[in-house]
């Protein structure tokens, strides 16, 4: 396994990684400046090599919508449909399970999740899929 941020090796069982301490599940990858090539944090707005601006560096066709994500959140969060959308499916079938096991009994806790989820996802809060590809605006 390899780190997603620093792209070092990674044993199994590690929760973060050895080189430069990102957690193995959540690191989200770098981007790379179009002007000199140096790698940065996702989270940076300019290069720290040159000072080129990095917006829009990651143009990745697979990411996923931030309003989509977010609006799916808010209007029907209770079935965990927005973390399916971005890949986390733990979050998800929990959501779904507290919905529906409960007869939707239990959905305003859902509910009160989801919203949360949703006001975080359009406000960039949460600002990755599950496989750490940022997502689009």
Known sequence: MFCKNCGAQIPDNSINCQNCAAPVDFAPPPI???????????????CVNCGAPLQNINLN???????????????????????????YTGKAVAQLLITILSFGILSWVSLIWSVIEGVQILTGTIAFDANGVPLKD
């Open 32 to 46: 790379f400046c179009k002007n000199c090539g140096m790698k940065n944090h996702p989270a940076s707005a300019c």
């Open 61 to 87: 066709p697979n990411a996923k919508s931030k309003i989509a994500a977010g609006l799916l959140a808010i209007l029907i969060g209770v079935f965990g449909v927005h973390n399916f959308y971005l890949g």
